[in-house]
Antibody
Framework: EVQLVESGGGLIQPGGSLRLSCAASGFTFSTYWMTWVRQVPGKGLEWVSRINTDGTTTTYADSVKGRFTISRDNAKNTLYLQMNSLRAEDTAVYYC??????????????WGQGSLVTVSS | DIQMTQSPSSLSASVGDRVTITCRASQSISTFLDWFQQKPGKAPRLLIYGASSLQSGVPSRFSGSGSGTDFTLTISSLQPEDFATYFCQQTYSLPPYTFGQGTKLEI
């Protein structure tokens, strides 16, 4: 069974940094592209970032480019999102996602339970 | 960026009703369109991928259709557990892979 478990969220002051982790299990992590999606509570969904299988190709939404860094450790079956220079508008639940198929670089078909990040003074 | 326009934004219906939700893309996305269901406090759940393929374990009352710019999600006979918010997402070509704004389905 595919499992994605996020951790690392919490309350952080504007301008601060936070690193989210996503522990993956139930599949061969190193063969799938991975994606982060976020959702302001009670609002819509926003695609944030994706990373290829070996971590050499990364893509970001304009809203986080230059501030967030996606990475992965295939030996630890873990996906990361390093978030710097956090702003109030980054407040959201952050989801780790995976596509159904290994060849799909864009799908968000399996979702973790989410990790809430609150940026506030 | 490709814009996804979902309609309606909210919908009231009754158990047993047939319901259709639409999603329109600002440019052709072939069939790179997924549908999700989300209940309060939960992560989205995949219903339909590739515009019309039913995800394993999803009841057959859910169906998807469309290609190019216009897509529909149909629930043939609403059940009490179907009252939720529904989102579409396009995954055509390069990111960002944008979502529709959601349709809240209420009793």
């Amino acid at each position: 069974e595919v499992q994605l478990v996020e951790s690392g969220g919490g309350l952080i002051q504007p301008g601060g940094s936070l690193r989210l982790s996503c522990a993956a299990s139930g599949f061969t992590f190193s063969t799938y592209w991975m994606t982060w999606v976020r959702q302001v509570p009670g609002k819509g969904l926003e695609w944030v970032s994706r990373i290829n299988t070996d971590g050499t190709t990364t893509t970001y939404a304009d809203s986080v480019k230059g501030r967030f860094t996606i990475s992965r450790d295939n030996a630890k079956n873990t996906l990361y999102l390093q978030m710097n220079s956090l702003r109030a508008e980054d407040t959201a639940v952050y989801y780790c996602t995976r596509a159904l198929f290994y060849y799909d670089s864009g799908g968000s078909h399996y979702w973790g339970q989410g990790s809430l990040v609150t940026v506030s003074s | 960026d490709i814009q996804m326009t979902q309609s309606p934004s909210s919908l009231s219906a009754s158990v047993g009703d047939r319901v259709t939700i639409t999603c329109r893309a600002s440019q052709s996305i072939s069939t790179f369109l997924d549908w999700f269901q989300q209940k309060p406090g939960k992560a989205p759940r995949l219903l339909i991928y590739g515009a019309s393929s039913l995800q394993s374990g999803v009841p057959s009352r859910f169906s998807g259709s469309g290609s190019g710019t216009d897509f529909t999600l149909t629930i043939s006979s609403l059940q009490p557990e179907d009252f939720a918010t529904y989102f579409c997402q396009q995954t055509y070509s390069l990111p960002p892979y944008t979502f529709g704004q959601g349709t809240k389905l209420e009793i």
